[in-house]
């Protein structure tokens, strides 16, 4: 009923290319959807979040699509490049807060240069 | 870089001994979470601290435990250590909140814990 599902586990995309993540979750008491970046060394830093009455959301190269019906949501990150190699991670969780966050479980994103 | 920080950054322990980890919150937040993230694995949520109690807690056995001070600050203390405890602990701090609004949990580095 908690997880969060995330695929694929490691992914490498060429510079200038779409990488694309995808998750996938289980409780429908979840309303709010952020993705973490996280570099090796350093905390999980949020990088975008949607919350499910919107199918889509954009800021800059990143892209997160919502399907509620589905209770999926994947992150596109645009013009991919070498800055952007770091451990993904989306989560779902309440909208406060007071709300704990569950996390997926990582993809780890290589941009070939 | 967020204004969340935590002490020590790396810490060697041996099986049964006790650890305290401790974060400060950065400036104006008064809620403090703490997950535990093993090695390529995503954050598991191990408890809250909101105005110094305990505010939800994670499927973590009653060894971990937690203060959070006056000052929003706070410790995580893990008591007879097992090898499984060996991972990134991650502490995030929030702030009070607007109205219908939902506040974002920014995360310190991290104290990477060795339990041999």
């Known amino acids: 009923q908690q997880q969060v599902k995330q695929s694929p586990q490691s992914l490498i995309v060429q510079k200038g290319g779409i990488s694309i993540i995808n998750c996938a979750y289980e409780?429908?008491?979840?309303?709010?959807f952020p993705w973490y970046q996280q570099f090796p060394g350093k905390g999980p830093a949020l990088l975008i979040a949607?919350?499910?009455?919107?199918s889509e959301k954009k800021e800059g190269r990143f892209t997160i699509s919502f399907n509620k019906s589905a209770k999926q949501f994947s992150l596109h990150i645009m013009d991919s490049q070498p800055g952007d190699s770091a451990t993904y991670f989306c989560?779902?969780?309440?909208?406060?807060?007071?709300?704990?966050?569950?996390f997926g479980s990582g993809t780890r994103l290589s941009i070939r240069p | 870089e967020t204004g969340v920080t935590q002490s020590p950054t790396h810490l060697i322990k041996t099986r049964g001994q006790q650890v305290t980890l401790r974060c400060s919150s950065q400036?104006?937040?008064?809620?403090v979470s703490w997950y535990q993230q093993a090695l390529g694995q995503g954050p598991q949520f191990i408890f809250q601290?909101?105005?110094?109690?305990?505010?939800g807690r994670g499927n973590f056995p009653p060894r971990f435990s937690g203060l959070q001070f006056p000052n929003y600050s706070s410790e995580l203390n893990v008591n007879a250590l097992e090898l499984d405890d060996s991972a990134l602990y991650l502490c995030?701090?929030?702030?009070?909140?607007?109205?219908?609004?939902?506040?974002?949990?920014?995360f310190g580095p991290g104290t990477r814990l060795t339990v041999l």
């Open positions: 995030a701090s929030s702030g009070p909140g607007l109205a219908g609004g939902t506040d974002t949990q920014y």
């Open positions: 409780n429908t008491a979840f309303d709010y």
């Open positions: 949607i919350r499910p009455d919107v």
């Open positions: 400036s104006g937040h008064n809620t």
């Open positions: 601290y909101y105005r110094e109690e305990e505010n």
């Open positions: 989560a779902a969780s309440g909208y406060s807060s007071a709300s704990k966050i569950i």
